[in-house]
């Protein structure tokens, strides 16, 4: 049992971890639940002793590989960055640093990348548009 929940939650944080925030959340419920029952089945450890140590051992190689990866998310996250304390590194914190944490933030959020695809879509489309617009009414005017 409990190797099949460390497999299935193996192969989710290597598929779909770094995607979503409320993946993660769920990740770290699955999490809790392995936790829950690595604690359950070291209890009944007495019972098919050689069976449960593979799966323990299984069982603490993924925990310490869920740890990692935990480890990783953490350090790609993006901190705010602290207000200065003096007044001459004021103006840099509010034109510099500030605008650039929040394009970062943005950026990281899967709906902001398509927002801003549909964008540059829309872009090319009213350009190609324009383009063909202006031959065509160049060539009426060459025409007379």
Known sequence: MTELIS???????QSRLYDDE?????IVG?????ANMYNI?????????ETLN??????E???????KLMQEMKSKTIEQPPIPQTIKALPRFIFLTYPWYW?????RSKHFRLFLVICMACALA????LTIFLAYDNAQLRRY
Do not use: G, H, P
């Open 61 to 67: 190689k993924r925990y310490t590989a869920m740890m």
């Open 126 to 129: 009213v350009s190609v548009f």
């Open 54 to 59: 593979r799966n323990i051992q299984l069982t």
């Open 41 to 49: 089945v070291t209890a009944n450890c007495n019972k098919n002793a």
């Open 7 to 13: 497999q299935a939650i193996d192969v989710a944080l």
């Open 30 to 34: 699955s999490f809790t639940e392995l």
């Open 103 to 107: 394009i970062k933030k943005m950026y």
């Open 22 to 26: 409320k993946y993660v959340d769920k």
